[in-house]
């Protein structure tokens, strides 16, 4: 039996790990990496605690699931803008687009 | 009912020339539309100081004639709220002068003529709008509604530096309303809350005296500030030379004429009629503030070489005196003060308008490049030399009278304090004198020594008309003040009677009495 | 009475109709519609004055009438009324004028034959005519000082008639700022005035009589005023003399008339020498029973002002070179002497024994015997300048030989300012002499002294006109000629008035209560004066008449700083000018303007550029950036958390 403790810390390591990734990467491709990172880290959580404490339900990893889904669905679309800036561009470093600043 | 609609016509009828504009295709259509409806707001306005005069010879002594009512935003206790009495009723007739001759003065105008006139029309429905409504809520949307054309009449159509007066004017007087609103809302819930209607505030609802003397002291700085902008109080006054400077020549007329009044009016009707308490108490530091004005005004003008910034200046001091003979608080000071309204209106709208016409010819407004003007256009020299007259205070023509009531009035007031003002205010008639005459020996006298301005044509028809329009009326008004007064005084009298009895009669707060 | 009206409103209707129409009419008709209307003006002045003064007197006194009196613009408690009130003197001034001014509208049609603006210059003529007729039968003392004003500018317009000319324009604006200097004190002097006695009327009513106690002359509330302390009326009576001290030209506010010369003679013939420079006069005596009443002491600064002018002009009016200077100087001298013998009355009753009011009806009457020759002095010099084409006294010469009619109407005149009996002038003066003596024999000798430089510069000019050296170099190349008709017969006229008028018994319609009362000459004075002007002319003629000056010039030599500061006007002129340009104007009005754009605006701009400075600085915040939002955010959330562990 794995303690809840260790399943947290990797959980907390995923977070940060995707907000350092998030506020300091400049390819939007790895900022989106780091929101995955992100996203699996509050779905693991929320693994977590439905096996923890409420072992008799089961609406956190049904939410684990929307989640994993709507991921999906936004990796994609974000993938496409980011080929089609990669197109315009041929960059997706995001201190480069300043198109539409001020 | 039929009274909202008899007074609301001052503001169908530029709704419908809106209407008209839009319609409007080629230039003789706009011209058509801009005369036929500026003639109907003339006649209008002439009909309706008629019926005014009837009225009170039948012996209706009511404050507001023509009043009524009708509910607009019941929850905010927000009415369309109109009615007259005498100060309103000559401002809607020098409106109505105003943008007729303002019409024909732009009758050349060239670039986008049509959008120009929908600003212009749109800009006189806000003040024909302001002068009929007695609720603060209606009156401060017209008043905004008359703000904004101004941007783009300017930024626009304008001369110079236009980007920037056009800013700087319209972020001045937006400046002026934000601290109007707040006076106006603090007058609305220091009464009670429960009204809009300047009578019912004044009178009904426990009286303005009714209102927490402390907020009375706050408001009242506010709300004469904020009107105070508009009609150029030292030191707000800043955004008037350059505005006038860069403006079009109705917009001048317009905005001098009519617009600035609209700064002493609401000083008059809302800021000492409604904070009556805080007006005894705090109107010497608005008089000083005047004071200098109308001093500091005169003397400046002498020193301009641009023909506008002289006029400006002028302004300065001639509105200036408006509202220094308002802070004397006194039937007579006050009559004064709508007279000079009048009579500012007339001839600075004269003065724009001519300045205008000598500027479409020469291309230049500079006293020094200017000469010799009587032999190339006598009849607008002769026009300028009229208006500079007026201006300097000539019997029989309109200035005199009004300078004249405003120092007899303000010579009421027996103490020191405000004796040694209006003898300060006085020497501006002599600097007035020094302005105009050099500008007047400068520009027109002499020989002209610019080639290029020898072969300058006199005014046209257009020009001539609306120029012996606004003489007609200055010398109207100078010639027969008898019946002005009278209906200006009717209007006046309330309202002093009510500032009067106020129980701070004595400014106690005035380190100078 | 009603027909007065007419006298103001004829000259009102030409003035609109020339000044409206005048483009489109001939200057003949021009000219003719201008003087016909001034005619009628004339001819129902002189009705007025026959039936005013014929009638049955009441109480020994003329009743003042008031044919009309409307009220005009209502100023508060008080009134500002406009209406014609005929007293002795304001119909004696009603002859003055249309007298005056009718011969100048005659003499103008050659004078000004040809000129360019012909029918403008009749316009403002009429102008002119109208308001100083208003000036004078003014009800009350804004009405007064309603046409003061229009005197004024028409003054200022007819100044500056030649508006090409830059002396002209330069003279007429000096004219009307001066003036309006003086105005100012005038206008403050009419407020404190009517705030104090709670009227501005002369006279309230019709029926009221004019009478001795001046409590009903002017409806003073006399508690009020006295209440309120007793230098409240002399405040205000001085300020108002002021006013009329800056339109009669007294010193040191004399300085625009002699620049005022740039005008067409005729017209300083009208305004600067017979009416409008005596409104200041007028205005004393309209309020003479207010000053003997309640400001006697105050009347010491009218005389001490009327001395000190008096022998500045004549001295000044001794070095002149320009003839109609000359004449200028001449006018502020004889101004101040009427202002002189209005100032020494003491007292108001009249009668043998009174001495002390004889000055106010000895200043009248300088008033109206000085209008007539001082205005032929005018016209005359005119006919010698259109003759010569030039002011200067050098270009002239011998010129009795070409014009006897201007000659002898001139030397007539002459012999009148000097003060040599028959002529007029030698009446007015006497008396004037006469008061001045009684009041004080220090200023009746300095008056007596002044006198004799009148007679003295009088006859330099005189004789640098008419004899002396001729200018054969000019009259060779122009030979002068004598006028035509039009201009010499209103000399003739005015010359015969001028041998007249001295026998009017002028006492009996003018004097200070208005009782009748006899002039009669006080012998030691009048042979005194006589022998005094005899000696002055003599001297003029021993130094001025022969072809070589030698005197002139040793005197000349002798004294050169004093003659160039005579000459100079005492340097009054740059004074002014450096207290308008270097004070006024540098100091005053450019820092003020500096201070408008620079500190004012300047704020305002500083508000705008802080605003705008400021957006600057936070706008980093909105940058776009995802990722800085993120990390404000994740800061934001870790300060609420820590606060809440906290």
Known sequence: ?102 | MENIIFLSIFVFIPLLMLLGLWAAHTINQVRGVMVVGSTALLIHSIYLTFRFMAERAAGNTAEMLFHDKMEWFPSLNICYEVGVDGISVVMLLLSAVIVFTGTFASWRLKPLTKEYFLWFTLLSMGVFGFFITIDMFAMFMFYEIALIPMYLLIGVWGSGRKEYSAMKLTLMLMGGSAFLMCGIFGIYFGAGGNTMNILDIAHHTGGAHAIDFTQQCIWFPMTFIGFGVLGALFPFHTWSPDGHASAPTAVSMLHAGVLMKLGGYGCFRIAMFLLPDAANELGWIFLILTGISVVYGAFSACVQTDLKYINAYSSVSHCGLVLFAILMMNTTSCTGAVLQMLSHGLMTALFFALIGFIYGRTHTRDVRELSGLMKVMPFLAVCYVIAGLANLGLPGLSGFIAEMTIFVGSFENADTFHRVLTIAACSSIVVTAVYILRLVGKILYGTCTNEHHLKLTDATWDERFSVICLILAVAGLGLAPLWVSQVITDGVAPIINHISESAHQISNSNPFM | MEYTLLILLLPFLSFLFLGLCGKWLSHKVAGIVGTLSLGAVAVLSYMTAFQYFTAERVNGVFATLVPYNITWLPLGNLNFDLGILLDPISVMMLIVISTVSLMVHIYSFGYMHGERGFQRYYAYLSLFTMSMLGLVVATNIFQMYLFWELVGVSSYLLIGFYYTAPAAIAASKKAFIVTRFADMFFLVGILIFGYYTGSYSFSFAPEIQYASDATHFISVDAAKAVAAGGFILPTALVLMFIGGAGKSAMFPLHIWLPDAMEGPTPVSALIHAATMVVAGVFQIARLFPMWINYAPDALSIVVWVGVLTAFYAAAVACVQSDIKRVLAFSTISQIAFMMVALGVCTEFTTGHHHVGSLGYMSSMFHLFTHAMFKALLFLGAGCIIHAVHSNEMSSMGGLRKYMPITHWTFLIACLAIAGIPPFSGFFSKDEILTACMAYSPVVGWIMTGVAAMTAFYMFRLYYGIFWGKENKELYAHHTPHEAPLTMTLPLVFLALVTLGAGFIPFGHFVSADGMSYDIHLDPTIAITSVVVAITSIALATYIYKGEKQPVAEKMRAAMPRLHRWAYKRFYMDEVYQFVTHRVIFAHISKPIAWFDRHIVDGFFDFLAWGANALGFQIRGLQNGSVQRYAFTFLVGILIVVLLLIL
């Open chain 1, 1 to 102: 039996m794995i303690h809840i403790e260790y399943l947290l810390i990797v959980s907390a390591i995923m977070m940060f790990a995707g907000i350092y990734g998030f506020l300091t990467r400049r390819s939007t491709l790895a900022i989106l990496l780091s929101i995955e990172l992100m996203l699996n880290s509050a779905d693991l959580n929320f693994a977590v605690f439905n096996k923890m404490l409420f072992p008799a339900g089961h609406e956190g990893y049904f939410f684990a699931i929307f989640t994993i889904a709507i991921a999906a669905a936004e990796s994609a679309v974000a993938i496409a803008i980011m080929i089609n800036i990669y197109r315009i561009y041929k960059n997706i470093s995001v201190d480069k687009l300043e198109k539409m600043k001020w």
